[in-house]
């Protein structure tokens, strides 16, 4: 299968910082990539989606100036947690899929980075 | 909107039994597809088998089956012979196939195999 990498696997930063955490596609052109957060024992939620070359669409609820996207390659996507919180600690996982990714634009999964904001 | 109903959040089996993880959905789509996740706890999401709405025939992927009911909106997973590797949390997941790649999960089932 298709390999997706994040970087980093974990980040601890200061409250008030930005973190970016990088998504990408090793083996194949992800034309859109998707970024999801995860707490503690619960499921996977969709924060937004993007397309390469053009802005993320985020889900309800999730701020855009917040929570800033980056897709400008076909390989690359960037999350970028601006004036991070203790509350915006979680594990943040990433997925791209494109027309070569798999059978029918399958979604390939990072292994996530755990953010933990002090 | 699609939803994605998982309505253990835990199961546990005996090593080598058999266990069956449930799934309901919801959806007006009459073409879509359907996912079982495997998330162990490394966090890495492993697609363990995929359902066509369109195709009758269930899935199945080595030990790992579906039982696909299109009318009753039932998309289960059968994991026979358990092993010890297999004790995860399981996601469900639907999947439109007419609007965008986007996946919905459900709250997912915690599998524990007892040795």
């Known amino acids: 299968g298709a390999v997706v990498s994040q970087h980093p696997s974990w980040v601890i930063c200061k409250s008030g910082t930005s973190v970016k955490i990088e998504c990408r596609s090793l083996?194949?052109?992800?034309?859109?990539m998707f970024w999801y957060r995860q707490f503690p024992k619960q499921s996977l939620m969709l924060m937004a989606t993007s397309n390469e070359g053009s802005k993320a669409t985020y889900e309800q609820g999730v701020e855009k100036d917040k929570f800033l996207i980056n897709h400008a390659s076909l390989t690359l996507s960037t999350l970028t947690v601006t004036s991070a919180h203790p509350e915006d600690s979680s594990f943040y996982i990433c997925?791209?899929?494109?027309?070569?990714?798999?059978?029918?634009?399958?979604?390939?999964f990072g292994p996530g980075t755990r953010l933990t904001v002090l | 909107a699609q939803t994605v109903t998982q309505s253990q959040p835990e199961m546990s089996v005996q090593e080598a039994e058999t266990v069956t993880l449930s799934c309901t959905y919801d959806?007006?789509?009459?073409?879509?597809?359907l996912f079982w996740y495997k998330q162990p706890p490394s966090r890495q999401m492993i697609l363990v088998i995929r359902q066509e709405a369109y195709k009758q025939q269930n899935a199945t992927e080595n030990r790992f089956s579906v039982n696909f009911q299109k009318a009753a909106k039932s998309f289960s997973l059968k994991i026979s012979d358990s092993q010890l590797g297999d004790a995860a949390m399981y996601f469900c997941a639907y999947r439109s196939g007419s609007s965008g790649d986007k996946l919905t999960f459900g709250t997912g089932t915690r599998l524990a195999v007892r040795p």
């Open positions: 083996d194949f052109q992800a034309t859109t």
């Open positions: 997925s791209a899929s494109g027309p070569t990714s798999g059978l029918n634009n399958e979604q390939f």
């Open positions: 959806t007006s789509e009459s073409d879509y597809y």
